[in-house]
């Protein structure tokens, strides 16, 4: 029914304090959900979880699932280019998972950030891949979802951040997040992210000599 879409990864929008709901009956139409939560407090001794992004969560298209997701009450759309919808890259759905299950304080990161990818070597977030930002001398691994725009942090040890691997960012299948924000390429020289016209639109432009024209 799926054909090729089977196994990725889609971000949904769902309408507003409907998330749990429709976290549920995706599940039960054989979809493989993924709301992430954080915890926000207690109620009556009781933990409550807040969703990460609210207004939207993820779902995975297995060969078990019946029904369109559209079709699911409290469903908006699927989020894409256009009416084509487009699916979430599988590392940066992993490394959201491991740091929501970490049981590490999460915080929403404003923006999308640029940077060099790393990827963790050690620990509970062995496998995330992100930018490491350094915050007030604390070390915090930002991990985005370009397709939302939206990314969360987490606190990291100075022995994890010693130890992260350096990706490379021409790495098949390793998306950057500061890729999308114009949709135009960009050069990475000495550290240094450019777009490529850069250079070009910042050559002074020559003046053409005063005189009579003929």
């Given at each position: 029914?799926?054909?090729?879409?089977?196994d990725?990864?889609?971000?949904?929008?769902?309408?507003p304090?409907?998330?749990?709901?429709?976290?549920l009956l995706?599940r039960?139409?054989g979809?493989?959900d993924f709301l992430?939560?954080?915890p926000a407090?207690t109620?009556?001794g009781?933990?409550r979880?807040?969703?990460?992004?609210?207004g939207?969560?993820?779902?995975r298209v297995?060969p078990n699932?019946?029904g369109?997701?559209?079709?699911?009450?409290?469903?908006v759309?699927?989020?894409?280019v256009?009416?084509?919808?487009?699916?979430v890259?599988?590392?940066e759905?992993?490394?959201?998972?491991?740091i929501?299950s970490?049981g590490f304080a999460?915080e929403?990161w404003p923006?999308?950030?640029e940077g060099?990818i790393?990827?963790?070597?050690?620990?509970?977030l062995?496998?995330?891949r992100?930018?490491?930002?350094?915050?007030k001398s604390h070390?915090?691994?930002?991990v985005?979802?370009?397709?939302l725009?939206?990314?969360?942090?987490?606190e990291?040890?100075s022995?994890?951040?010693?130890?992260?691997a350096r990706?490379d960012?021409?790495?098949?299948?390793?998306?950057?997040?500061?890729?999308?924000k114009s949709?135009r390429?960009k050069?990475?020289i000495n550290?240094?992210v450019?777009r490529?016209?850069?250079?070009?639109?910042r050559?002074?432009?020559r003046r053409?000599?005063?005189?009579d024209?003929e």
């Open positions: 029914m799926f054909g090729s879409i089977i990725q990864w889609f971000a949904i929008q769902v309408r304090q409907s998330e749990r709901m429709v976290s995706l039960y139409k979809y493989e992430p939560q954080y407090g109620t009556r009781q933990q979880l807040r969703p990460l992004f609210p939207y969560l993820f779902c297995t699932a019946q369109l997701i559209v079709t699911t009450p409290g469903v759309r699927i989020l894409g256009g009416s084509e919808p487009l699916p890259p599988a590392d759905i992993e490394s959201l998972q491991k929501v970490s999460l929403t923006a999308l950030e060099e790393v990827e963790l070597t050690q620990g509970a062995r496998g995330c992100g930018i490491v930002k350094t915050v070390h915090r691994l930002i985005s979802i370009t397709l725009h939206r990314s969360v942090s987490v990291l040890s022995d994890s951040v010693r130890r992260a990706l960012p021409n790495r098949p299948g390793l998306k950057s997040a500061i890729e999308e949709g390429p050069l990475r550290g240094d450019r490529p016209d850069v250079a070009e639109s050559r002074p432009r053409a000599p005063k005189g024209s």
